[in-house]
């Protein structure tokens, strides 16, 4: 029958890149499969897409922001097609053309790109794991706790705790934000300097 509505739980969004590619992800992904898509972002960015790639609700950049919107699950899905008609769910066409033997590489246990990245270190399954839930409760209270010290002018506490976080989550989202701060922490620290 296929799924109507997604919820994408997340500590680092949907793209490496900055806020705006994120955006541009989510939505497209949520077009691309014609599905309402709920975004759980504990970083903020929290989010609820139609299948148009239309954002109905957005938390902005408030961690924790729950957002709400009214949502009509057998709704959302027409869309014009080629020949100058509607069709009344999108779906129906797409899956009709679709070429599952195109997509044979994405289902590869083992694909070609893996002996070109070979040397690349990736942490196991479980740890990956752990690290990710580490994220999700005390390091993100932690990387909090940083940004209040950095409202509160207490710029020391807050640059050790960013190096510490960002050395510990590495390319998790609090690992890069984290280095973000210390950027803006170290680049204010040389211009009051000079």
């Not at 014009?80 to 509607?86: E, N």
């Amino acid at each position: 029958a296929g799924a109507d509505l997604v919820f994408h739980l997340t500590l680092g969004g949907a793209s490496m890149a900055g806020a705006d590619a994120s955006l541009a992800a989510f939505r497209t992904r949520a077009a691309d499969n014609f599905v309402y898509l709920v975004v759980a972002f504990r970083g903020g960015g929290s989010l609820i897409i139609s299948p148009k790639g239309e954002v109905l609700a957005d938390g902005g950049n408030e961690p924790d922001a729950i957002v709400a919107a009214d949502l009509d699950l057998g709704a959302g899905r027409d869309a014009g097609d080629a020949l100058g008609g509607v069709t009344t769910d999108f779906r129906a066409r797409l899956f009709r053309e679709r070429v599952p033997g195109a997509y044979g590489i994405l289902t590869d246990a083992h694909p070609p790109i893996l002996e070109k990245l070979r040397h690349v270190a990736v942490p196991a399954g479980e740890e990956a794991s752990a690290l990710c839930a580490e994220g999700r409760t005390t390091g993100a209270d932690a990387f909090y706790e940083a940004e209040r010290w950095l409202a509160e002018d207490k710029v020391e506490e807050a640059a050790l705790r960013f190096e510490q976080l960002a050395e510990h989550f590495g390319t998790l989202w609090i690992g890069r934000a984290s280095r973000e701060r210390l950027k803006g922490v170290r680049r204010k620290e040389s211009e009051t300097a000079c």
